[in-house]
């Protein structure tokens, strides 16, 4: 039988507690949603637990600003075989959501907040992951970190060597330059499959071990059949299983055109869906943001933090990038703990990896100001560069621009012990252009497709970049050797 239950929430659409405190005081009470993903999986079995032992307390955190609060919840509704109803009660309802229908409802006669010691005796560690809603096992609080988040199973996937393929911004649908893989009709250009797995042959690139694709798989998230076929295709070609690839959305996988979508995130299904068509049982486990660790014979191993910068907001902002902290701060903890625990058995870290879509440095020398499309950077980069320094991370992978990029860039940070700052070596920053984009939809300082091949030696991350096009030749146009350190 469940304790009682923590429901995580967001100030997308209103000062959340202040409005529900509005109502419950001058209403004796207040009906709180439950906004699940569409994603989530449904709890009304423990739900229905949980209501024949009202009045409970239950957990409220804004992991955002790290606010916790404690609620007395005396009664629950819920939405039979998980379908959605509307309020029991509109006028104890906040206004801005009180017509609409959601999976459970809880009425709240109290909503406190409680310090960081109060909230971990009442409910124990913080729950980590993407749900909304998180049971509490009854009298084991502490379950609730790993019990209902497995940031990493501790056994690596075994790949045949450290060189990385890089593609990013493939845009299947209609912005799409090559002929399909599963064409109908014949055509003498070749498709993308086969133009990077030639290309790499008569480079004579090394066996690729692992491949990297940072988002924008499809233009208007109506492209993933063909891209599941390209995908598969690819990797066939390469002697590779999809355990041996990373895959992070792009904004237009996740297609963000109103404040709604916060309310169920329905925006992320296609590519969830994708994701576990690709990967199999894998990807069904999978969340967006999600620690990969790799192992490779004779060489460094390495570990990719897969982070989701498509984050759903407000329609003024939803043009940038936003990965946060309360999401990816536990994966990077165990990135950390991991790096440790392989330093001290090998002898050498492993090349630790973050990956996302939207870029953290600037990527065009010059940005031409578009009162339609706003200059897209990561609202938290600044944040997520320091962090992944303090983490050991070498390297931050990114698409979005359209151009080959690669660039470096360090935050200091004042030592809480010392009182003394410190000045961490570089990051390296290195931008994909575009694998599959039509002409028109690339920059005039990239005007083919590119893709990247990265390989990892024991002081240096080996950077080859090549371009082509549908009827252009496979060509390397830039080489360049990244330090990273041995110990």
């Known amino acids: 039988m469940p304790n009682t239950m923590i429901l995580r929430f967001r100030d997308f659409e209103a000062d959340t507690i202040s409005v529900h405190r509005a109502v419950l005081e001058s209403q004796s009470g207040v009906w709180w949603a439950w906004w699940k993903k569409d994603s989530e999986q449904g709890h009304e079995p423990e739900i229905e637990a949980l209501s024949h032992q009202l009045p409970i307390q239950i957990g409220l955190i804004n992991r955002q600003s790290d606010t916790r609060f404690v609620a007395t919840c005396t009664r629950t509704a819920v939405g039979p075989g998980n379908s959605r109803l509307k309020s029991p009660e509109p006028s104890r309802t906040p206004a801005y959501y009180r017509d609409a229908a959601f999976p459970a409802w809880f009425m709240l006669t109290s909503i406190d907040q409680i310090t960081n010691s109060e909230w971990d005796r009442r409910f124990g560690a913080v729950p980590v992951g993407e749900p909304t809603l ?63 797995v030639d290309g790499l042959k008569s480079a004579q690139v090394d066996p690729i071990g692992l491949v990297l694709v940072s988002g924008d798989i499809t233009t208007h998230g109506d492209g ?71 192992s490779v014979d004779g060489a460094r191993e390495m570990l990719v933090l897969g982070l989701n910068s498509v984050r759903p907001r407000s329609s003024g902002t939803m043009d940038y990038g936003y990965v946060g902290r309360d999401l990816y701060g536990p994966l990077l903890e165990e990135a950390r703990e991991l790096r440790s625990a392989i330093l001290a058995e090998e002898g050498t870290p492993p090349l630790c990896i973050g990956m996302l879509h939207h870029h953290v440095l600037p990527t065009p020398l010059v940005e031409d100001p578009d009162e339609k499309r706003k200059v897209s950077l990561t609202l938290d980069a600044g944040q997520l560069i320091e962090d992944l320094q303090r983490a050991g991370f070498d390297a931050i992978l990114h698409g979005h621009q359209h151009i080959p990029f690669i660039g470096s860039t360090s935050r200091s940070w004042c030592d809480e012990q010392t009182g003394k700052w410190v000045v961490p070596r570089p990051i390296h920053v290195i931008g994909g252009g575009s694998c599959g984009a039509r002409v028109d939809r690339l920059w005039n300082q990239m005007r083919q497709n590119a893709i990247g091949v990265y390989s990892v030696g024991d002081d240096l991350l080996n950077v080859r970049m090549f371009q082509f096009a549908p009827g252009a030749r496979f060509s390397q146009f830039l080489h360049v050797p990244l330090a990273i350190p041995s110990r």
């Open 224 to 294: 993933f059949n063909d891209a599941q076929v390209f995908l598969e295709s690819l990797l066939d070609r390469l002697g590779l299983s999809p355990d041996q690839m990373v895959m992070v959305p792009g904004n237009h996988d996740i297609e963000l055109d109103s404040t709604k979508t916060t309310r169920s995130y329905a925006a992320e299904l296609p590519f969830r869906n994708f994701a576990t068509v690709v990967h199999g049982e894998a990807g069904r486990n999978r969340e967006l943001n999600h620690l990969s660790w790799f």
């Open 134 to 196: 998180f049971i509490v096992p009854e009298n084991s609080p502490q379950a609730a970190r790993q019990a209902l988040y497995d940031t990493v199973k501790r056994n690596p996937v075994p790949v045949r060597s450290p060189v990385i393929l890089h593609l990013s911004d493939l845009h299947f649908g209609s912005d799409y330059a090559f002929p399909l893989v599963s064409r109908t009709v014949p055509t003498q250009k070749t498709p993308l499959d086969e133009a990077i």
